[in-house]
């Protein structure tokens, strides 16, 4: 019940092309949804994040697509570049703890 | 911008020893987080520390596990006696203000235990 889960494990985009990133869980009370993304050797950061009361964010070329009935989530990234190349976290918190459950993560590669 | 610092970024030790990982969080931050990363799998959350005192803590942050603010600044992890399994990134974050609001994760401690 307290599980994320992520997939697919690792991915591989073209430049210019657009990167999804899918998750779901099963504790409807979780309500804040973030995505951190973390190069290697440096600790995750802060992407986006979202909360249930909306279906979608967008900020830049990233978007989080929200699916409250179904429990999923996604990220979806637009015109894939080089430097998007990193390990993507979805994670969940619900409003009884401020620890992140966190996703077993994504790693996007992106090809010039 | 503001960034939270861990100190060693990386420490070998052997089995049964104690090591204590440090963290400099982000000025006026009231919220402290150890989470920690095996090789290859997911971030898992250790503890939650607010007002000098544990307010959550994970199945894994068993009683070889303390955390404590010693000088107000530095907030530490400490290990009384590693076993092997304690081999992990050990990340500290911190965030503002509670719940819903940005957890800020320093760059982490690479632990290895022989």
């Known amino acids: 019940q307290q599980q994320v889960k992520q997939s697919p494990q690792s991915l591989i985009v073209q430049k210019g092309g657009i990167s999804i990133i899918n998750c779901a869980y099963e504790?409807?009370?979780?309500?804040?949804f973030p995505w951190y993304q973390q190069f290697p050797g440096k600790g995750p950061a802060l992407l986006i994040a979202?909360?249930?009361?909306?279906s979608e964010k967008k900020e830049g070329r990233f978007t989080i697509s929200f699916n409250k009935s179904a429990k999923q989530f996604s990220l979806h990234i637009m015109d894939s570049q080089p430097g998007d190349s990193a390990t993507y976290f979805c994670?969940?918190?619900?409003?009884?703890?401020?620890?992140?459950?966190f996703g077993t993560g994504t790693r996007l590669q992106v090809f010039p | 911008e503001p960034e939270v610092t861990q100190t060693p970024s990386h420490q070998v030790t052997q089995m049964g020893q104690e090591v204590i990982l440090r963290c400099v969080p982000i000025?006026?931050?009231?919220?402290f987080y150890w989470y920690r990363q095996i090789l290859g799998q997911k971030v898992e959350f250790l503890v939650s520390?607010?007002?000098?005192?544990?307010?959550?803590k994970s199945e894994i942050f068993d009683d070889q596990f303390s955390v404590e603010r010693p000088d107000g600044s530095n907030f530490t992890l400490k290990i009384r006696s590693t076993k092997l399994e304690d081999s992990a990134m050990y990340f500290c974050?911190?965030?503002?203000?509670?719940?819903?609001?940005?957890?800020?994760f320093g760059p982490g401690t690479r632990l290895l235990v022989l």
């Open positions: 974050a911190t965030q503002d203000q509670r719940h819903q609001e940005t957890q800020y």
């Open positions: 000025s006026n931050h009231l919220y």
């Open positions: 504790n409807t009370a979780f309500d804040y």
């Open positions: 520390f607010y007002n000098n005192e544990i307010s959550e």
């Open positions: 979202i909360r249930p009361d909306v």
């Open positions: 994670a969940a918190t619900h409003p009884h703890t401020d620890k992140l459950i």
